[in-house]
C-alpha cells in the first residue's frame, strides 16, 4: 500500500509502516505538548480557585478579629481601665489584625485602650 509519492530528483514512495517510524517522534510530541497543555490549564484554574478560597479566608478572619477587637475595646473604654492581661489579650487581636491588613477603626480603639489606666489582675492579689 502505497501512502504518498513525493517528487523531487526522484520519484520516492512510502508504506504506511516506513511512513509511521519515521514520523514517530512528531506525534509523540505532539501528544505530550497537547497533555501538558491540558495539565497546565487544569492546574492553572485549580491554583486560582484556591488563591480565591484562601482571600475569602481571609477576609472572613480579618472581619472576625475586628469584631473581637472592636467589642473588646468599647468595653474597657467604657470602662475607662484596663488589665494588664487584657491588654496582652488585645495586643495578640491587634497584631493578627493589623497583619492581615486591618486598620482604621481598629487601631484607632487599640491605641486608645493603650492609653487607659492600667490596673493589675485579680489573680495578681491572691
Not at 37 to 66: F, N, P, S, W
Not at 75 to 104: C, D, M, P, Q, W
Request: proline residues 2%; contains cysteine.
Amino acid at each position: 500500500m502505497v501512502l504518498y509519492t513525493c517528487r523531487g530528483d526522484k520519484e520516492r514512495t512510502e508504506t504506511m509502516p516506513e511512513w509511521i517510524l519515521k514520523h514517530w517522534m512528531q506525534w509523540l510530541f505532539g501528544i505530550i505538548t497537547a497533555g501538558m497543555t491540558t495539565t497546565v490549564g487544569y492546574l492553572y484554574k485549580r491554583i486560582k480557585k484556591e488563591m480565591e478560597e484562601q482571600k475569602l479566608i481571609k477576609d472572613g478572619l480579618l472581619a472576625i478579629l475586628h469584631d473581637r477587637l472592636y467589642q473588646s475595646c468599647i468595653y474597657f473604654i467604657g470602662r475607662g481601665e484596663i488589665t494588664v492581661s487584657a491588654l496582652k489579650n488585645l495586643e495578640y487581636l491587634y497584631e493578627g489584625y493589623h497583619t492581615l491588613g486591618g486598620n482604621g477603626t481598629g487601631t484607632e480603639l487599640y491605641s486608645t485602650c493603650r492609653k487607659l489606666p492600667k490596673i493589675p489582675d485579680k489573680m495578681d492579689n491572691i
